[in-house]
Every structure is written in C-alpha cells, then in structure tokens.
C-alpha cells in the first residue's frame, strides 16, 4: 500500500493533526542567539532551530506498537515530510539541546545535540508526555565540524533496536519512524582514512525526556547555578513530581542500577556509557555501537573506538555507570547535600547487587539465588565460545536426571567451536542438574522463559536487514521486527532469527564491531 493510500483506524490521528506542546522550551532558558553555527553557548539549555530539508523523505519503517500508544497512525505524506524534516507542523518549536560530558572518563565540555532535533512533545493515549525528536535531521549550533546528518545503517539499528529493547522488558527510549533521505552522507565507517558515500537516513525518537546527566553536567561546570536550578525544577514538575532533588537522585541511582541489571541479564553491551549518553530518567538512551553478547565474554566490546582500553566492555558496565552517577553528583552539589549524594551512590551498590543476585537466580530458574552455583557457570562458560542468549534459553530443557552426553547434547547449538570437550561445563551441569531438581519442573521452566529471550536484535540480523533495505527491500526489515515483538515466545517457524552467529559474520563489518560513526 503506498503511503498516499493510507487510511486512519478510527481512534489513530495522522501527525498533522496533533495538539502538540513545548513545556522544555516554556520551563527553562534558551539561547537567545539563533544563528545555526557553531559555536560556544552560556546560560542555556537549548537552542531554538528548524530541521535542514532533505531531497525526498520516504517513510521506510515505523513502529505500529509505538504509534498506537501516542494516537497516531501510519503516516500520510505531509506527515513524512515532517518526520523527514521538510515541514515544521504547527504548534511545533524545534530545538537542539545544549549538554556536555565526560567521554571515555574525560571531560569533554560542551557537547549538544549535533545532529538531532526535538520537536515538540504530545500527550499519549496513556496521558504520558512524549518528546518527538529526528536523528539525523541536519546541522545544529552543537555539530562543530559534523554535516548533522545520520546514515541508514545506523538509522535502522536504532530504530530496531529501541522496540526490541522495548519488547525485552527493559525501560529505554523509542523510535517511531525511519526515514530515508534519498541524499548520501558520506562517513568513514572505522576512521581509517576511506570514506564513502552512504544512504541517508533520520530517526523519530520518543521519550518523555531526553535529558541526560551532561545537560546538567555543563550548567555547573560553568557555574551557570541558576539555569541548573530551573533545569532540575522543570525536570521535577514534569518526571518527578513527588521528589526533591535528593529524592530524585535517589530514584535515578536505583533506576539506573536496575537498568545495568538488565543489560547484564540480557547480555547487552551499549558499547559507549559517555555520560552524555546516560538518561536523566534512568533508561537507556543512544543507540550506537551496540551489540549482544554471542560468545561470553566480560571484556567484549561492540566499539572498534574502545577496542585497546575496553572501558565499556560487558563486565564494566555497572562499575561504569555508578562512576558516571558519581560525575552528576558532583555537577549537584549545588543543589543537594553531600551526605545525600552519597547515600545514592550508596543505593546504587545494593540495588544492582542484590539485583543481578536475584537476576542469575531467575536466569536459572531456581527461587532463591545460589552465588557459589552462578559463579561456576559464569567461568565455566569462559572455556570455550558459548552463546549467551542461546545456552540460558535452552538451559530449561537440560534433563535433570541423564547422562553429561544428553545435557550436552541440548546445549549443542550454543557451541560455537563443535569439537570442544567443555570439560568445566559439564562438570557444572552435574551440580546444576542436582540443585534444579529441587524446584518444581514446570515453574522453574517457566520462570526461566519469562527472563531469557529467544530472540534478540544480534548485529548480523541488524546487517542482513540494511543490506536488504538499502537494496530497496524492507521486507526482511519487517519481518524481524514482527518476532522481536514478541521475544519471550517460541513463534514455531521463525527460529532462524535465534541462530547464533553464522561464520561469515564473525569479522564482517557491522556484524562483529561497529564504530561510533553514524
């Protein structure tokens, strides 16, 4: 069906229909300077700023479960030229945020939204306010020497990658639509001196906030206390409205430790925990060099930019966060007492240990955590390549009374070298096998498949998905889509999409590592 033809399910309103608001832009300070060039800004938190139009925006994706939540239907063409960023609808006032950060543990200065754009915020059918943001939407006066332009590639792991994260239980930023440009961007996919000209591509983002600890970062690292008061006041009124900025704190370190929970359980890495990339809601935010674990691995990084230091590897993530809360702190100290601040770092540690106890529990299917039994899995599966998604998945179906061959044997599709022994594996299956058969079979399947997903967004089926658009099919695209949908459940027919990691794509390019490049 062309988009043209598109009709309106009678409780879905198109785009251009939307009584749209702009509390951000009402709440605090903005940059009185409008001129859309680079430069320094003080004493504010946005610059006011309209899209750059590109050729012809065609609508290429866009998520039917996310529209449905904020009223809107699939989008007529007026829609798409907004979502492309050709039309500015009314009761929209476009901005780009102003924040800084520390990028791989440096203090990096004023930063800001390069190539992204918020456009106006609606109230979803939920009564919740969503802010509508485009990736990729064209220069701000925070690129500095970037074109503000996104590529297709990572256009389209974002916006697949936010719903799957949606769908696996774990609190994150959306994406509506994926648009493409019909204009090439060029880029330099690993730095190494050889750009080349790729599809263009933006990305509607939704969330109630996009701030980020950096927005909050800047105000006070250049001693800008008052506009960092209105920022944390607007931040309350709107998402908080039952704390004080303590209280606050306090709530985003246990959100936060309970998000590194569910990366861990789900063995995602977001590959670049900048602080600019940390949500001030506690959800995750940026999708960049992103990847899910295929052979465990601590030390294993989607970023070919943190492949010597490996600062955000798997096993660093929740260290890295509480160090990344502690630079908020600091940027707080203004506003809330010390001892506070501390006592939230302070939650952060017992939230998140105690949480991935429970976490591993669960993955195991047993009631109550067993530390001596999860640790020896841990190292047991450092013995030779093993699936992450795969061996927790298929762990339910491991008999508990049988042979170490037919334990194994269930485990098979898991191994990623076929000929290894897995000598500490099978030792481990002994005793998991004699502690599961303790708790009732049924409920410990049960419990297990509810926790660990059959489906994930691995990065060769991100690939095959942008080789396929890019050839001008969105089929394959669709497809995935539709089972990441639902990654919990069998769906008999599609278990292709849980395969682990065919050979070919152990060191292809997008499907092994990713760079920061977009």
Not at 436 to 447: F, L, T
Request: proline share 7%; aromatic share 8%.
């Amino acid at each position: 069906m062309s988009i043209a033809a598109v009709k309106l399910a009678p409780h879905l309103a198109d785009l251009t229909a939307v009584e749209f608001s702009n509390t951000f832009v009402r709440d605090v300070p903005g940059d009185p300077v409008l001129a859309n060039v680079p430069r320094q800004v003080s004493n504010a938190c946005y610059t006011r700023v309209d899209p750059t139009p590109v050729a012809a925006p065609r609508l290429l994706a866009w998520s039917d479960a996310l529209g449905e939540l904020l009223g809107l239907a699939r989008p007529g063409p007026q829609a798409v030229e907004a979502l492309g960023g050709n039309r500015v609808l009314p009761g929209m006032e476009p901005y780009a945020a102003r924040y800084g950060g520390h990028q791989f543990g440096h203090w990096a200065g004023q930063l800001g939204d390069g190539r992204a754009i918020t456009l106006a915020e609606l109230v979803a059918v939920d009564g919740s306010r969503q802010e509508l943001q485009l990736k990729g939407a064209g220069k701000t006066p925070y690129s500095r020497t970037a074109d503000g332009r996104a590529v297709l590639r990572s256009s389209l792991r974002e916006f697949a990658c936010s719903e799957a994260m949606f769908h696996l239980g774990v609190p994150t930023t959306r994406a509506l639509s994926l648009v493409g440009t019909s204009e090439a961007v060029v880029r330099d996919m690993f730095y190494d001196g050889h750009p080349q000209p790729e599809p263009g591509a933006i990305v509607c983002r939704v969330a109630p906030s996009f701030l980020r600890f950096g927005s909050f970062q800047i105000l006070a690292a250049n001693n800008e206390i008052e506009v960092l008061k209105r920022l944390v006041d607007h931040l309350l009124r709107a998402h908080f409205p039952e704390h004080t900025p303590a209280s606050w704190y306090r709530e985003l370190c246990r959100r936060t430790a309970r998000l590194m929970v569910d990366s861990l359980r789900l063995g995602v890495v977001h590959g670049v925990m900048n602080t600019d990339n940390l949500s001030a809601l506690g959800v995750t935010i940026d999708y960049g060099p992103y990847g899910w674990l295929e052979g465990y691995d601590p030390m294993w990084t989607p970023n070919t930019t943190d492949a010597q230091g490996r600062r955000y590897c798997y096993g660093n993530q929740p260290g890295i966060a509480q160090w990344n809360l502690a630079r908020l702190a600091e940027a707080l100290l203004p506003l809330v007492e010390r001892a506070e601040l501390e006592d939230g770092l302070n939650l952060y540690a017992d939230t998140f240990n105690e949480g991935w106890r429970q976490a591993l529990a669960h993955k195991l299917g047993l009631r109550e955590p067993d530390e001596a039994l999860a640790a020896g899995l841990l190292d047991a599966l450092t013995e030779s390549e093993t699936d992450f998604t795969l061996f927790f998945r298929r762990l339910a179906d491991v008999p508990v009374e049988g042979t170490d061959e037919a334990r194994v044997a269930v485990l098979a599709p898991a191994f990623y070298d076929e000929q290894a022994t897995h000598e500490r594996l099978v030792a481990w299956l002994r005793r998991y096998a004699e502690r599961a058969a303790r708790e009732p079979a049924e409920e410990r399947r049960r419990r297990m498949a509810a926790v660990n997903p059959k489906y994930v967004f691995r990065n060769y089926l991100a690939q095959q998905a942008i080789d396929a658009l890019e050839a001008g099919d969105a089929s394959p695209l669709e497809r995935l889509m539709s089972v990441l949908q639902r990654p919990y459940d069998e769906q008999p027919g599609f278990e292709h999409y849980a395969a682990r990691r065919p050979e070919w794509a152990r060191n292809r390019p997008g499907c092994s590592a990713l760079s920061c490049s977009s």
